[in-house]
């Protein structure tokens, strides 16, 4: 959808050359949300301005739609691409409403669209219509941040180029926009370039991942990809030595979820318990109640040779973990309780399996196979 060929872009200064965007090959499929990643001052601004063309560049091509942008007038330009800023950017002097209707007027739509297509995007960005009268500085940062993306949304662009978008907010509040946004694009399904300098947004937000050093991309991949395999050292100090835990957050416990896990009832003979721990080779069986819900365990070395009911060697289970909760939820929740393993519920709570330390080590090293380069 998006398709950058040898793109380059040099500044003459006073100073001499800045080579700010170097050789850059990149391809965003349709749909798909690429985070350009990298420190600041690495031409992640201006790939973006020129895909823009907001400045020119000096070498390379752009496509969209395999069609050379080039070639785009401005009208054809604007409703292909929406453009969110950095630092939001909202015009002062103009109301919430006309601003988020800039482009719109640009393309000379009639007053009532325009204000209808403002109402709808105010309340996509979970915003009062109240709000369309005001003025830029009566909103909050979060608030104004919003706005910018309605913005960008105005035409209904295919296209959308988001500056680090969420950049000016405090982190609470910036996890909710993301999630909110991440909602949406569900939804709308966007052509996304998406500036960021923050890895783990990066990893959140991003299908793809493209780091960016002085101008030239070192690494694309799915957030996995990259984070399981760095390209260089450079690409494995930016992402961090916390690497394997940022991939945790990207791999949900269904994914390591050792569903043979058995259960039995307090009722049950201490024999059926090690039985059934020597059939599925797990050293722990969760005790469940008539309705499946866990309520504690019993181990190995105590059901073994043991005589009675499990009732008489039940252990007090940790807080379970959801299966859709993710593996850092998880790893967090065993250092919490000391333990090598949690039971994991189901949405409504009843025991669907466990998750063990070494099964989500090995979760980690599959996937890293399954996706690896090397
Ligand atoms: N108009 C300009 N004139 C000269 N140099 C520029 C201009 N705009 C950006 N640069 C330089 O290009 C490089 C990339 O800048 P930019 O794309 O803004 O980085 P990023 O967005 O990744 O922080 C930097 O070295 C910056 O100083
Ligand atoms: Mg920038």
């Known amino acids: 959808m998006i398709r950058l060929e040898h793109l380059s872009k040099t500044f003459s200064t006073e100073r001499g050359e800045v080579h700010a965007v170097r050789d850059v090959n990149l ?6 949300l690429c985070v350009l990643l990298g420190p600041s001052g690495c031409g992640k601004t201006t790939t973006l301005k020129i895909v823009n063309r907001l400045i020119p560049h000096t070498a390379g091509k752009i496509y969209i739609d395999e069609e050379d942008t080039d070639q785009f007038d401005v009208v054809r330009l604007r409703r292909n691409i929406g453009y969110v800023i950095q630092q939001i950017g909202l015009f002062p002097n103009m109301t919430v409403e006309e601003n988020i209707a800039v482009v719109p007027r640009l393309l000379g739509w009639p007053k009532d669209k325009q204000k209808k297509r403002a109402a709808e995007l105010i309340d996509m960005v979970a915003l009062d219509r109240g709000m369309l009268q005001r003025y830029p500085k009566e909103l909050s940062g979060g608030q104004q941040q919003r706005v910018g993306v309605a913005r960008g949304l105005a035409a209904d662009p295919p296209v959308l180029l988001m500056d680090e978008p969420f950049g000016a907010i405090d982190p609470i509040n910036r996890e909710v926009i993301q999630d909110e946004f991440l909602k949406m694009q569900a939804e709308l399904k966007k052509t996304i370039m998406f500036v960021s300098h923050d890895i783990d947004e990066a990893v959140k937000m991003g299908d793809k991942i493209a780091i960016f050093r002085a101008g030239q991309l070192e690494q694309y991949g799915a957030p996995d990809d990259v984070l399981a395999h760095p390209i260089n050292d450079f690409v494995a100090d930016f992402v961090g030595g916390d690497r394997e835990l940022k991939r945790m957050r990207l791999i949900r416990i269904v994914d390591a979820l050792e569903g043979h896990a ?23 069986a969760v005790v ?12 190995r070395a105590d059901a073994e040779g043991g005589a009675g009911k499990c009732e008489r060697e039940q252990h007090p289970l940790a807080n379970p973990v959801k299966l859709n909760q993710d593996l850092r939820t998880a790893v967090s929740r065993m250092f ?4 090598d393993w949690l039971a994991a519920v189901d949405e409504r709570g009843r025991f669907a399996g466990i998750i ?12 890293a196979r399954g996706k690896g380069t090397a």
């Open 262 to 284: 058995p259960s039995v009832r307090a009722g049950d003979s201490l024999e059926t318990a090690a039985q059934k721990m020597d059939q599925t080779g797990v050293t722990v």
């Open 288 to 299: 469940v109640d008539a309705d499946n819900y866990p309520e504690g365990y019993v181990a």
């Open 27 to 32: 391809e965003v499929p349709r749909g798909e």
């Open 356 to 367: 063990t330390r070494a099964g989500i080590t090995e979760t980690l090293h599959a996937k």
């Open 336 to 339: 919490t309780y000391d333990t």
